[in-house]
């Protein structure tokens, strides 16, 4: 993997930059849709790559490990081939997920036992396992085990649990480069700052996975609860640690607000369900505001759901009819929420790297950001 | 509307044809997808059109009715503006509908009065009723108020049925003819023959129906319960009354034998839920045979979903990641299947056709229904 700083914006810490990976480019900033099951819900994959313009998608190890499993996606060859989807893929740990299994799930040094949410089967994942996994899933970027601190979250607990994530860290990078990519094509491990809400943990935390001189970096246990003010603080201290010459990864990062000042400060890379899970809940982030489909006041508005934003789905079908289909629990109503919403985060993201290779991303940001977060 | 009898098959009954409406031209036989809330679940409109290329779908004018309405129908503009499908529309009476409500609806000469499934909100549908209903839907084809017969039903409840829905075509006729489409288009009613498996009744039925000299005729109350070779002796005898020069639509049939079984018998049009309702369910319909998608036999098949049958969904998807979306209940899953389903049967009416016009749809029958009802 490669990355280029192609631009620092002079009012903030925006960034503009380029990643190759053996699947392609990614300009960034940019957001990642998830894949959970190695599907973005109710998307096709070709409107994944031809509406939706998305030039990175997510997919979960925790969930690929328990279905399809390692030797249907190994014989598929891994998970490009196995969904068809030929652009870059990132893979999480399979962390986030195991430790909000809470009553099924024990941590020790070496790993996590837990048990599988469909069928209680007990596993273990170890960070030299979670390597293995993602070896055989195959993601172009991979990411590191580690512990997703919970919030609120004692400094005492906060401190540990960072320091066997650090410790974690040292057996994924063991593993990980005593091995090689299955498929021919090369992966790269990205390391993840945690520290909770503390600011020297946090900086501690940063120092260390900034030590490691991986090809990224990533920012985990944030958006977990704490106030935005917070995470934001968080992000900025340690966006001055991280090296700029590498891409910094925000994980399960949020609202439009949330990724627009966050790449104020310095992130480039974003994934998050909202735009897929609050669509499927008839909530539509839109280029004039947030609308709740649900709402009767849009039962008689035959306008395009959002013809600023254009493409086919957000021009074609009405708020009228769209409200329609989610009032009757029709499937298409995911359908058509998902591919608007998501094509709203790759405008987004979009428009902040044109801004910020313009030179004005921080007065753009200030207006639209009240114009996008308004309740319509 | 106009219909065109382009071929008559020298060693069976089949036809091919064209049916021209105000929104376009329909070659039979045709399948018509099942749009029963004015969306044909979980399949995209420019999906309808570019990949299934359907000419012709349904909408059920019970569940319209009932959602969205018929003021927000009517302020759209009608079903098409409404969905934004430009091409012809089918609406049934809603009838099947309201005597499948068993317990909450009651008959009487005057139509009838029935709870809806949402709400238990009470409404009365006349024939008169059903005929303004669907002027406000606005379908190009529009279905006569009948009373479908259960099967089994004995003589006498069949012939008071039948006679009902003789009594009830008149005065579905006296109101369209009475009347005018609000759109600008032209719209044309379908009368229906019942009588159900009584072979007096049914002939006493396509002759009263024949004599109304609509545009086109159907025949209903098959493919309730009883035996094929019923439905097949059944459809042959009353498709010898219905005028040769007027499309015949053969109401909620079937499978793939089923469809070419009828058109061998002289039927032109044909719907069923059954494409979309079984791909939701994971059953396919492939140019090779039926594909049960949960049988772990496909878990590691990684080609294709059908090859011969062509297209992005059937060939860019495998068999292996489509049985993956099935068992972990996915979204795309429907969309996938449905739109293979739906291809698959305008695939097999276009086949038909293209045998009548050739001359040999017989043979081909022979061969290819076997094919296509073997369980792979």
Redesign the interface.
Known sequence: MKYELQKTDSASKARAGKITTDHGEILTPIFMPVGT???V??????ELENDIHAQIILGNTY?LYL??GL??LE??GGLH????WTKPILTDSGGYQVFSLKDIRKISEEGVKFQSHIDGSRHLFTPESVMDIQRVIGADIIMAFDECAPYPCDYNYAKKSMEMTHRWLKRCCDRFDATEGLYGYSQTLFPIVQGSVYKDLRIQSAEFIAGQNREGNAIGGLAVGEPAEKMYETIDYVNDILPQDKPRYLMGVGTPENILESIALGIDMFDCVMPTRNARNGMLFTTQGIINIRNEKW??D?SPIDENLGG??ST???K??LR??V??D???A???ASIHNLTFYLWLVGQAREHILAGDFVEWKKVIVKKLMERL
Chains 1, 2 share one sequence.
């Open positions: 099951a190695g599907t819900k109710a998307v096709h994959q070709r969930h279905r399809p030797d249907i014989r598929a081939k196995f969904n068809g039962k008689d035959y086919y789905t074609f079908y009405s009228a009819y329609h289909l009032k009757c029709e499937i298409l995911a359908q058509v």
